[in-house]
């Protein structure tokens, strides 16, 4: 149990295009959802919190106009990177939680803006 | 300083060896702690979590938790090269459930 998916596993796209990423809860209905970015051999960094229904709850530092999320079910949170740009080249990881601390993690979505 | 601290080795030890992997902290408001396993291009996996001080064993990987040292470790028993990931430590202070992770620990295990 607890299977977090997302897609696409893998995107490229074009400088200042935007890309959606899909984070469904298979098993389990998350109550919430966190979008992490990890840069190689660096540890995940949160970048947003969002419950289902409300606005996400963004942390110091991330845009909320460039990363677009979107909690509309209980088992579906997307992220959207708006005008991507290099720097926006990562790997963008989401987990999901229908408790206090147990998170499970997506796969991942590697991201290449060229 | 960071509110937790993690040797990003990376680690590299035989097969069969016990691993000992650490972690420190400075949030005394920690306590719930986690250790992750990610596999290289991966999502992180929940290993194990504990809530209070003391161990907590689940085959091979036992979870220790020193709060009043705020140091929290997972050892490995009888290592095997499927092992060879980097592992995470993660704590949250309960409410909101927001997890602040270490940098991860690359572990290396060499037939």
């Known amino acids: 149990g607890a299977v977090v998916s997302q897609h696409p596993s893998r995107v490229i796209c074009k400088s200042g295009t935007s890309v959606k990423i899909e984070c469904r809860s298979l098993?389990?209905?998350?109550?919430?959802m966190f979008w992490y970015r990890q840069f190689p051999k660096q540890s995940l960094m949160l970048m947003a919190t969002s419950n289902e229904g409300s606005k996400a709850t963004y942390e110091q530092g991330v845009e909320k106009d460039k990363f677009l999320i979107n909690h509309a079910s209980l088992t579906l949170s997307t992220l959207t990177v708006t005008s991507a740009h290099p720097e926006d080249s990562s790997f963008y990881i989401c987990?999901?939680?229908?408790?206090?601390?147990?998170?499970?993690f997506g796969p991942g979505t590697r991201l290449t803006v060229t | 300083q960071k509110e937790v601290e993690q040797d990003p080795g990376p680690l590299s030890v035989p097969e069969g060896a016990i691993v000992s992997l650490n972690c420190t902290y400075s949030n005394s408001a920690f306590q719930y702690f986690m250790w992750y396993r990610q596999y290289s291009r991966k999502g992180p996996e929940l290993l194990m979590y504990t809530y209070s001080s003391g161990n907590k064993e689940d085959g091979r990987f036992t979870a220790q938790v020193d709060k009043s040292s705020k140091y929290i470790s997972l050892f490995i028993r009888d290592s095997q090269p499927s092992d060879s990931a980097t592992y995470l430590c993660?704590?949250?202070?309960?409410?909101?459930?927001?997890?602040?992770f270490g940098t991860g620990t690359q572990l290396k295990v060499e037939l």
């Open positions: 993660a704590m949250c202070a309960g409410g909101g459930n927001k997890l602040t």
């Open positions: 987990s999901a939680s229908d408790n206090v601390y147990e998170q499970y």
């Open positions: 098993d389990f209905q998350a109550t919430t």
